[in-house]
C-alpha cells in the first residue's frame, strides 16, 4: 500500500510555457502532500506543504505565482511551473502523507527540462 | 549553519565491509528523524525510521542522540547493491510534517 503517482515522468519544453504536474495517491488519502525540487548533486529542498482543500504553504524563496499548486482532493495534487524558464529545469518530486501514517510516501518524481 | 549536514562522501568500500555514516540537525525541537536511500534519478525511498533506543533492520542500524543532536546509520556486509546515497531527514519541527532533507552520503560498494 501507500503508493503515489506521478505524470509526467519527464517533459521537455519550451522557455515561456506552462508545464502542469499530477500528483495522485493511489491507495490512500492524502490531507498533505508535499512538493519538492532536486537540482543535480543537491537534496531535496520543499517548495511548498499543500493541505486538501486550502491554499498551499510556500517555502521562503518560492514564488506562489510562479509555481502554482491546487489540491482539489484527498488523492491529487497538481504543481503548474508559469512561464517555465531554463533555470526551473529540475527534478520535481511530490510526496504524500495521511493521517493514519508517520511518514511521507514519494512520487517517482518529473524530470523537467526547459530549452 | 545547514538545518540537517552530511558528509557528502563518496564512501568507497569493499564489498564486506562495514561502513558508518553520520548526520547533525540543529534544530533541537525536531520530533522525528529516518534514513531515506536515493538512486539515481530516482525518488528517496524510506530505509528506516529512527528512535533514540536504536532501532535495527537487518544489517542496518540506526541510532538517535538526542542530546547531541546527531544519527547515526551503521550498514555492516556492504553488498554491490548497497550503492546509492543515504538521506538523513529530519520532521515534525513546529508540529508540522515537514521533512528537511541533508544533502546525502553517496555510498559505492566495490567489488
Known amino acids: 500500500g501507500a503508493v503515489v503517482s506521478q505524470h509526467p515522468s519527464w517533459v521537455i519544453c519550451k522557455s515561456g510555457t506552462s508545464v502542469k504536474i499530477e500528483c495522485r495517491s493511489l491507495?490512500?488519502?492524502?490531507?498533505?502532500m508535499f512538493w519538492y525540487r532536486q537540482f543535480p548533486k543537491q537534496s531535496l529542498m520543499l517548495m511548498a506543504t499543500s493541505n486538501e482543500g486550502s491554499k498551499a504553504t510556500y517555502e521562503q524563496g518560492v514564488e506562489k505565482d510562479k509555481f502554482l499548486i491546487n489540491h482539489a482532493s484527498l488523492t491529487l495534487s497538481t504543481l503548474t511551473v508559469t512561464s517555465a524558464h531554463p533555470e526551473d529545469s529540475s527534478f520535481y518530486i511530490c510526496s504524500a502523507k495521511a493521517p493514519s501514517y508517520n511518514e511521507q510516501f514519494f512520487g517517482p518524481g518529473t524530470r523537467l527540462t526547459v530549452l | 549553519r545547514k538545518e540537517v549536514e552530511q558528509d557528502p562522501g563518496p564512501f568507497n568500500v569493499p564489498e564486506g565491509a562495514t561502513v558508518a555514516f553520520n548526520c547533525t540537525y540543529s534544530n533541537s525541537a525536531s520530533q522525528s528523524f529516518f534514513w531515506y536511500r536515493q538512486d539515481c534519478r530516482k525518488e528517496p525511498k524510506l530505509l528506516m525510521s529512527v528512535y533514540s533506543s536504536g532501532n535495527e533492520d537487518g544489517r542496518f542500524t540506526a541510532q538517535l542522540n538526542r542530546a547531541s543532536q546527531y544519527i547515526s546509520l551503521l550498514i555492516r556486509d556492504s553488498k554491490l547493491s548497497d550503492s546509492a546515497t543515504y538521506l538523513c531527514?529530519?520532521?515534525?519541527?513546529?508540529?508540522?510534517?515537514?521533512?528537511?532533507f541533508g544533502t546525502g552520503t553517496r555510498l559505492k560498494v566495490l567489488a
Open positions: 491507495d490512500f488519502q492524502a490531507t498533505t
Open positions: 531527514v529530519v520532521g515534525g519541527t513546529s508540529g508540522t510534517y515537514k521533512y528537511i
